[in-house]
């Protein structure tokens, strides 16, 4: 597995979008679940969604379903994280990482390959 690149974090308003972007450029991309995931400051890091390889299997952390959306192209390496409807409590550093296997799961032992993470900030 090779390092894994967040882009299109950045400041929004609440109510706005903005999509994320996690560049592979090394390993077998289309052979291990992916996700994201975030930390707040002052909180821990929580699972916001993950992505089995072959896209059939998709799961969100709460209500997340109703405003984000995890996609992936695995032959251009890239997993996605839409978020819609941005709210202050979305404010987050957000990091992608590359599972150990090919499921989905928001579970953080199952990742061994992060990323250095993109800011995300809402303001009200």
């Known amino acids: 597995q090779g390092p894994l690149v967040e882009s299109g974090g950045g400041l929004a308003q609440a109510g706005e979008s903005l999509t994320l972007s996690c560049t592979v450029s090394e390993g077998r991309f289309d052979s291990y679940g992916m996700a994201w995931f975030r930390q707040a400051p002052g909180k821990g890091r929580e699972g916001v969604s993950c992505i089995s390889r072959n896209s059939y299997s998709t799961y969100y952390s709460g209500s997340l379903r109703d405003r984000f959306l995890i996609s992936r192209d695995n032959a251009k390496k890239i997993l996605y994280l839409q978020m819609n409807n941005l709210q202050p409590e979305d404010t987050a550093m957000y990091y992608c990482?590359?599972?150990?296997?090919?499921?989905?799961?928001?579970?953080?032992?199952?990742?061994?390959?992060w990323g250095q993470g993109t800011q995300v900030t809402v303001s009200s």
């Open positions: 990482a590359w599972s150990s296997d090919e499921y989905c799961s928001l579970r953080a032992d199952n990742y061994k390959n």
